[in-house]
């Protein structure tokens, strides 16, 4: 077929070129084998150098049968195709480049261009393609293999490396198409199919996931321009948006892709029009069609927010269409419009030089902003938190809106979401960093300046009015205000003989000029001077007006004055130095002082932008201060990032000078022990931030602002504080992030050689002894200077410094049990070291001072005795006989010089409280040096031993027998030497410690008559001192212990003062975990406390049973329930605490599952319960922790069965309350459908019904659309029992009417057989607890009879009434009590 001859039509498909078309369409002849592919492609080659580019159209069926049979032929083949195709497109590029512009060009040279133009495009398209979906399949091959040599593998499969090779295919195809290659088709109208054909191409790279990577970086621009060309020459926007709209929908990794492409266009080709077409077609998508369909929503979202941020100012025209999708549903669309809206502002409506239109567009998009930060989604309103900190820390907000966004930030630190929180939280720290206010924000520092400023703004608003006032005033009625006045002065100067005075007027001067001094005379009041001159001038200015008729009467002379002070003012009186026209009464005065004026203005506009400017930091300030408060409560979140927030929050609070974050700097203490490292080392770096690079010119300046800083932690500082702020330190002195001159200065102030206050130094020797931990040297090698500055004999003594001392030189030794492996020795010193006879004398001489100082530094002074002494019972026996030997010399000197007829010498109380509070320590001290130190040395010389003897042994005798071996192999062998060990440390102290011939043995029957006489020794501090010694001795012996029992447990439940309260719940804690057999019948009276009346002791006993609880030392039963009551105790920190230890609780597998039926039922039980709204705050805390589907189903059995034994209505809503609390799931629902007798008749109670209306609610939002049949069913059953009782569910259900009246009618098969607890708080005598025996059971019937009232009770309470009584006779006190073990983690998982 000649070439002038046919007509190449592109084909959709390849093989539409081997049909017959119509007339004159080019068909392809013959599919060429693949032996003879090569050949004819270098008979195309010689054709294409003879005949140019027209030789396409000769040998197109050789480039046809290269592309049908590509995945077959080898790869050189192919890459020879590919570049031969490009240079023969390259050739006919440039020739078409002339031939376009010859005008002569006949209809069949054109037709002939075409076909070949044609026919080249698409041989070059079709190759490219082909290698692109080779490439595409090699990678999803390489996706399986995975491994290292993907690209190697690539370019073996095609020859060569394809990805290098797109971009020439691309930019030589944009080259043709800027040529004007119109003229080639039948009037200068391009077809369809051609621009689709090289456009499709591009679509088609673009929907490869890979383009998006870095190395098709060129790829991506190389595409972009030839679309870009394609919009700009061939019309292509249409078809353009379109094929974007759908692209977005289907694939996840284009929207970065092509936003780099519509950017270009926009820009560099001019196209904005194809911004707002797209955005149009996205405005038009129906929201409801975006809510389900999330891929294309999340493509739509993406590309919008990254088109914002690239062209904003073109977006902007368009954003009114995408405004709609603010109410949609889909959040993601939200999202994308408010980051659009938060660009613009950004971008382009920033500046003080907006115009109106666009000042307003910016406050109108900010208020769209401001209102999504309440949007229903929290991702829309955390997005809205995130776009208003990118706002703020480029400083784009303005100034108006601070107060309403710091409003809406502190308002979301009570969001339910987390992640709203902690952006709320990094929103308050950017308003803080980029605070145009001030760098230090204090209520108070701003409250002083702001009320002076205001004040001074007050006066300047007067003054201007009274000056306001006075310019307006009329001369006229000025002069009738001082008329009386004057006239009688006229009247006093007329009626004196006038006397010779000073020339008033000078030569020189002028009439007018005098009238003008005479006015200001008057108009200040000087009236006298006034009547002076004016008389003067009269003698002198007899030919001038107005002196010249003045006759010296009365009337003439006030009528000349009057003609002077009303008349116009004279032309000279600016003129004259003395003058003021300010103050002159003339009409023109108010034309004069304009410059004034407006000077007085300009300041007043001045001061009142001043007054704002505070007003407005004074109000930040005090929002921030809000803010603290609410995120110091958020530091104990169970989120690590939130946790992190909150202190770096802080960090940067501290930083800006607000008085209240040393609270949240000190609360973010005890997160040093948070077993997530995240927290820790935030913990770690805020400190190094705050305290460890303070600013000072030298070292030692920086040194003192560290060692201040530090300081100011240590005030009212709790004893926890101070632990975890010596974590901290030892922390930082390992890591050697203390500089030396930090310690040097701490040694200066501990030494008095810097000067400082007591309190400096107190706690520099504080510090000091924080940092020996981690380093005991510090401490070590300056023992003896230690001991010399602190302890030194000094009046008055100074406890305080001495106490901190002591503790500091504690910290240079471990204070663990030494480890049976330790080969050296324990560090000690020797008995006669400085140190131990310091602290004996300050001990035995403090004694006889009433200085309440002295107990605590006797007690530390005591235990770094038996810390570091060598034989330390020895210097303590002789403290306590130093002191006891004072209290006797007292007692002779009290008898001798006491009246006789006295019966008992008297003793002053504090000497009594002291030697008691003396023996208590020394007898603590003494059973724990027994038990770590004795018994650590003893093991460790018997390892020693065992080490001496195997190595002198005979080889002969190291032939073992097999028993021994095995023993030694199981460990047996140290096993009973450390039993030997034990059972000899329990005897000493079981036996010897407290036998009478011990010091400390002679103290006790003091300490028991104090004790049991509270009448007599009534002192308060001897009381608690008495108290606290009797639990310590208790702690010695197990013998002991149980015979003052009684004792501890009377005064824990009697005692009228709380203090002592307190400190025994503290003691008898101590015991329960050292005797706990013993302690374990007196149990429930220490569940009894948690419900004492003072905050203290509720406090003390919730954090003592916490501790037992948690470490399995106490059996936790229903009783558990008066901790729960702790969780609507007033006082905060009791409720927290009670908090905190449910949260503990719920780790310890199905505890609180187990607790859960016995807690309702005494918490709703009429008689010991609790009311009803504090009930639904605790179980709504307690259902919380019940979240596996196996224990909802197992309690919502349970509590639709105590339906039928709860006789009150109160018990009826208790447990519908408690069902609706349960995350309930289907198979919940089917067991209340089960169970729903028990409760059907009960829902004629509002409450109740409401309660399971509630649950019906909960199923239907997580329904399956298969369960809502159930949820239906379930709904009509109890609104027909609600509305006409059981006899709704008989015409519901017909024909099984008459069983459900027999269910319904049943009685309880078994009625509670509890008896009331009897009140520990009673007053009746106290008894000893009866053992926990069994008896046997009584006759069913015998039980009803004695029955009074029913109660809820659960299977796990059913146990015998003697079980739960806590209250026994003397006689019955058990003697032997089964051993309590601590509870394996086994028994909670079942």
Request: charged letters at 25%; proline letters at 5%; aromatic letters at 6%.
């Amino acid at each position: 077929m000649s070439p002038h001859n046919f007509e190449f039509h592109l084909p959709l498909s390849p093989e539409e070129l081997l049909k017959s078309g119509g007339v004159n369409q080019y068909v392809v002849q013959e599919v060429l084998p693949i032996k003879h592919l090569s050949s004819q492609l270098r008979a195309f080659q010689s054709a294409f150098r003879a005949q140019g580019p027209l030789a396409i159209l000769e040998h197109f069926d050789t480039v046809y049968s290269i592309l049908h049979h590509f995945r077959s032929i080898e790869p050189g083949l192919k890459e020879d195709t590919l570049e031969f195709l490009k240079k023969v497109v390259s050739r006919h590029s440039q020739e078409l480049s002339s031939i376009l512009d010859d005008a002569a060009l006949s209809g069949s040279d054109r037709s002939a261009h075409l076909n070949a133009l044609k026919m080249n495009c698409y041989a070059l398209i079709r190759l490219l393609e082909s290698f692109e979906n080779m490439t595409s399949q090699t990678s999803l091959i390489d996706l399986d293999i995975g491994g290292k040599g993907k690209r190697a593998r690539a370019k073996a499969a095609l020859g060569f490396d394809w990805e290098e090779e797109r971009q020439p295919v691309l930019q030589l195809l944009t080259q043709l198409l800027q040529l004007d290659i119109r003229h080639l088709w039948n009037h200068s109208v391009i077809e369809e199919e051609f621009v689709s054909l090289v456009t499709g191409c591009c679509y088609r790279l673009l929907e490869n996931p890979t383009i998006s990577h870095q190395k098709n970086r060129s790829t991506k621009e190389a595409v972009a321009h030839l679309l870009g060309v394609a919009l700009v020459r061939y019309n292509h926007m249409l078809s353009a948006t379109v094929k974007i709209i759908q692209m977005l929908q289907h694939f996840e990794h284009l929207p970065p892709v092509l936003v780099t492409a519509v950017s270009l266009w926009a820009t560099d080709y001019g196209m904005k029009s194809i911004v707002g077409e797209i955005v149009r077609e996205i405005g038009q998508k129906c929201p409801q069609e975006l809510s389900r369909d999330t891929a294309g929503a999340k493509g739509f979202a993406a590309f919008l927010t990254e088109l914002a941020e690239r062209i904003p100012a073109v977006l902007m025209a368009s954003m009114c269409i995408l405004l709609d999708h603010l109410d949609g549903e889909n959040y993601m669309m939200r999202n994308a419009v408010l980051a659009a809206i938060a660009e613009m502002v950004l971008q382009v409506l920033n500046g003080d030089q907006l115009e109106e239109s666009a000042r307003e567009t910016r406050d109108q998009f900010l208020d769209i902003l401001q209102a999504h930060g309440h949007d229903v989604n929290s991702f829309v309103r955390s997005r809205v938190l995130q776009l208003f900190t990118r706002i703020v820390q480029q400083k784009v907000l303005p100034l108006t809106r601070f107060q309403a966004v710091v409003a809406l930030a502190v308002g979301r630190l009570a969001d339910k979401s987390v992640l709203v929180c902690k952006n709320a939280i990094q929103l308050l720290a950017s308003f803080l960093a980029n605070n145009p206010f001030s760098c230090k924000l204090s209520d108070t520092d701003l409250a002083g300046p702001l009320q002076k400023e205001i004040q001074k703004l007050q006066e300047m608003r007067a003054q201007r009015q009274s000056a306001a006032a006075s310019a307006a005033l009329d001369p006229e009625e000025e002069w009738d205000a001082m008329l009386p006045e004057l006239k009688s002065t006229v009247q006093q100067l007329l009626k004196l003989p006038q006397e010779e005075v000073d020339q008033q007027i000078a030569d020189a001067e002028t009439a007018e000029e005098v009238k003008g001094r005479i006015r200001q005379l008057l108009a200040k009041a000087s009236y006298e001077q006034a009547i002076i001159l004016t008389r003067e001038a009269t003698s002198r200015f007899q030919e001038s007006e107005p002196f010249s008729h003045t006759e010296p009467e009365e009337s003439d002379f006030l009528n000349l004055l009057g003609i002077i002070f009303k008349g116009p003012a004279a032309s000279t009186q600016g003129s004259h130095g003395d003058t003021d026209p300010g103050l002159t009464g003339s009409k023109d005065s108010p034309n004069v002082p304009e410059p004034e004026g407006s000077q007085s203005n300009d300041e007043l506009v001045k001061q009142e932008m001043l007054v704002q400017y505070l007003q407005d930091a004074y109000s930040f300030s005090q929002k921030i201060t809000e803010a603290i408060g609410i995120i110091s409560k958020m530091m104990y979140e169970n989120t690590t990032t939130v946790v992190q927030e909150v202190i770096e929050f802080f960090v940067m609070v501290f930083q800006f000078g607000v008085p209240q974050a040393l609270f949240g700097v000190r609360r973010m203490l005890p997160l040093i022990w948070s077993k997530e490292p995240g927290v820790r080392e935030a913990v770690l770096n805020a400190y190094r931030q705050l305290y460890l690079n303070p600013k000072g010119d030298s070292a030692r300046a920086k040194a003192q602002t560290l060692i201040h800083n530090l300081s100011l932690l240590l005030v009212d500082a709790s004893v926890g504080t101070i632990q975890c702020l010596e974590e901290i330190l030892c922390e930082f002195v390992q890591k050697d992030e203390i500089k030396p001159a930090v310690i040097q200065l701490l040694w200066e102030r501990a030494t008095e050689k810097a000067p400082c206050s007591p309190l400096e130094r107190c706690s520099s020797v504080m510090l000091l002894g924080m940092m020996a931990r981690g380093k005991p040297e510090i401490v070590g090698s300056n023992l003896e200077t230690l001991v010399r500055a602190g302890l030194e004999e000094k009046s008055p003594q100074d406890y305080r410094l001495a106490q901190q001392v002591c503790l500091a030189i504690a910290n240079i030794s471990d204070r663990r049990k030494p480890s049976l492996g330790e080969r050296h020795p324990p560090f000690r010193l020797p008995p006669e070291h400085r140190l131990f006879e310091r602290l004996q004398e300050m001990v035995t001489k403090g004694f006889a001072h009433p200085d309440p100082l002295w107990i605590p530094f006797k007690e530390v002074a005591v235990t770094l005795t038996y810390q570091l002494a060598e034989g330390p019972e020895v210097l303590c026996a002789q403290m306590l006989q130093g002191c006891a030997k004072q209290v006797l010399e007292k007692l002779e000197k009290n008898t001798t010089e006491a009246d006789p007829k006295e019966t008992a010498p008297k003793l002053p109380t504090f000497l009594l409280m002291n030697l008691l509070s003396l023996a208590g320590d020394v007898a603590l001290q003494q059973m724990v040096h027994l038990e770590q130190a004795v018994s650590g040395e003893l093991g460790r010389r018997r390892v020693l031993r065992e080490e001496q003897e195997r190595r002198t042994k005979d080889p002969k005798e190291k032939t073992t027998s097999s028993e021994t071996t095995m023993e030694e192999e199981l460990g047996l062998v140290g096993a009973t030497a450390d039993d030997t060990e034990a059972e000899l440390i329990r005897s000493i102290c079981e036996k010897e410690l407290l036998d009478g011939n011990q010091v400390l043995a002679a103290f006790v029957p003091l300490l028991l008559k104090v004790c049991n006489s509270p009448g007599l020794y009534s002192n308060p501090e001897l009381s608690a001192a008495a108290s606290l010694a009797l639990g310590k001795f208790c702690m010695i012996s197990a013998p002991f212990c149980d015979s003052q029992l009684r004792l501890l447990f009377t005064m824990l439940e009697k005692s009228s003062l709380p203090t002592v309260r307190s400190n025994l719940m503290v003691a008898t804690g101590d015991l329960a975990i050292r005797f706990p057999n013993l302690v374990d019948p007196w149990t429930p009276h220490l569940y009894a406390r948690l419900r004492d009346p003072a905050q203290q002791v509720r406090r003390t006993a919730g954090l003592v049973m916490t501790h037992l609880i948690l470490k399995d030392m106490v059996k936790v039963k229903g009783q558990v329930s008066e901790m729960a009551v702790l969780l609507i105790d007033p006082v905060p920190q009791i409720a927290a605490l009670a908090k905190n230890f449910f949260n503990e609780l719920s780790h310890k597998g199905n505890a609180i599952y187990n607790l859960l039926p016995d807690i309702i039922s005494r918490l709703s039980d009429p008689e010991g319960g609790v009311e009803e709204e504090p009930f639904h705050t605790i179980m709504k805390q307690l259902l919380s922790y019940i979240t596996k589907d196996k224990q909802t189903e197992s309690l919502v059995e349970k509590l639709c069965q105590r339906f039928r034994t709860a006789r009150t209505e109160r018990q009826y809503r208790d447990l519908a309350y408690c069902m609706s609390q349960l995350p309930l799931t289907e198979r919940g629902l089917h067991k209340m459908l089960d169970n729903f007798e028990c409760f059907g008749d009960k829902l004629l109670d509002e409450s109740v019904f409401s309660a399971f209306l509630s649950i019906v609610g909960k199923l239907r939002r997580g329904a399956k659309p298969e369960g809502k049949a159930i949820i239906d069913e379930f709904e009509q059953k109890l609104r027909a029992c609600h509305t006409r009782g059981m006899d709704g569910i008989e015409e519901l259900e017909p024909g099984q009417g008459g069983s459900q009246q027999a269910l319904s009618a049943k009685k309880p098969s078994a009625v509670s057989r509890l008896q009331p607890l009897t009140s520990v708080d009673s007053d009746n005598d106290f008894v000893t607890p009866k053992p926990r025996r069994t008896k046997p059971r009584r006759p069913h019937t015998q039980q009803r009879k004695s029955q009074r009232k029913a109660k809820v009770v659960f299977s796990s309470e059913e146990s015998s009434e003697d079980e739960l009584s806590a209250e026994m006779t003397e006689e019955e006190t058990p003697k032997r009590t089964t051993p309590i073990r601590r509870a394996s983690r086994q028994r909670h998982r079942s």
